[in-house]
């Protein structure tokens, strides 16, 4: 096993102990001088954890998974005995032949620890319906901008942490840097396309280097063409499926492990994943075919993944957003929807874009479209629902009413 395999486990074994969420920061230098995780690697190693070529890192295998098993079992027990009668457990440790981890319940108090102070972390108070979010990990794909970015501000404001993961890396770096601006560090940014195997791998990798694990994942990014059947072009057709439909298998693929690992050492934990699905994958889209399959599609991986999942914990929700008129596809002054539907001549009588956005208000019975806070509200509620699986949550002010 190596560093990166490992540190999720350990995560877990933090949060079964104490009972909430922890960042766990973790370097390859192995400081002598914090409390010691003994563990015997050898015996939990059959050569295959380790990742070593580029083939077994891609397929994370049952035999695997049982090394990783008794590793969680054997870090459980270690840490176990490095607890005091309180409750408490120290939030720096040393794993011989792995590096140093330094734990704490925001990335604050974890880098003060890395930086060589020393404390104790105790176990969390029970956790009320406000506090869902708090202190989580989250990852957004897509999140540099639109209901991404809405997402992430969101889950911020909510308490988690959250990594905006983007393949817009300057828009996802400024983002998290406005995120930040408060005294404490809330969010980080990652490049990422999700629609490359090795990316979104190192998009994995990354997230348990920067924060050593992951409780949400909101799988976001999203493409648009659309486009008659009789017209658009295949290569278009076949980017907007690459992006919106086998996007969120490599995703789901490469970072259902970090959870995987983390719930060995934490049982009693569970993990989410959510994809920003459509209303479009509900129903049709006239002239907008490749999108609407690709979301109908996303449906049926989300129903397949939360059954094969479930026996990790991890629970797989689609929420299916209604038009965002306010967002950069449809309000974009030069490219959006809006322009593009006045310039077409695609609304009859349209005279300027405010005359375009009325006629598709009028399409939704609560006559307003989309916002930020209603797909926020629909995640919580996924990740909040212990007794819930495999769902598709509209968020369409009544515009598609599930059958
Ligand atoms: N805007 C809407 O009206 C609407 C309605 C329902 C559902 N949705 C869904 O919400 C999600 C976000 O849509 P939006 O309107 O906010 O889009 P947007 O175009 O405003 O933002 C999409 C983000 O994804 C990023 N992205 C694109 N391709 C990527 C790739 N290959 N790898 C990584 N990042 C990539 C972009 O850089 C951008 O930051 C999509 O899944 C979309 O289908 C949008």
Redesign the pocket.
Known sequence: MNRLTITPIIRGAYMEALGGPVILLSSDEERSELPELKIDLKGADNGNADNKDADSSEVYTAAVRTVEAEAARQIGEALAALKADDGSLPATLCVPGIGSFFAGTGWAEADSVRQGGTRRLSPFPPAGRADVAKGRIALV????????AEIARGLVGEGAFVIV????TD?AEAFTAELNAGAVKRASAVA????NEESVKAMADAVVAEVGGLDLLVS?????RAGSVLELAAKDFEFVTK??YS?FFLVVKHTSPIMIRQRTAAPSRTSDIVQ????SGLEGSNRNGAYAGG?FGGIGLVQSFAMELVEYGIKVNAVC????FD????ADPDRGLFVQYLNTGKIPGAKNVADVKRFYENKVPMGRG?EGPDVLKAILYCVDQAYETGQAVPVTGGQVMLK
């Open positions: 794909t897509g999140g540099a901008q639109g209901f991404g993961a983007d393949i817009n828009g990422v396309d999700v629609s976001n990014a999203g493409v648009l992006i919106n996007a920003i699905n459509s209303k979301k957003p209604g038009n965002f967002g950069p596809l449809w989309c």
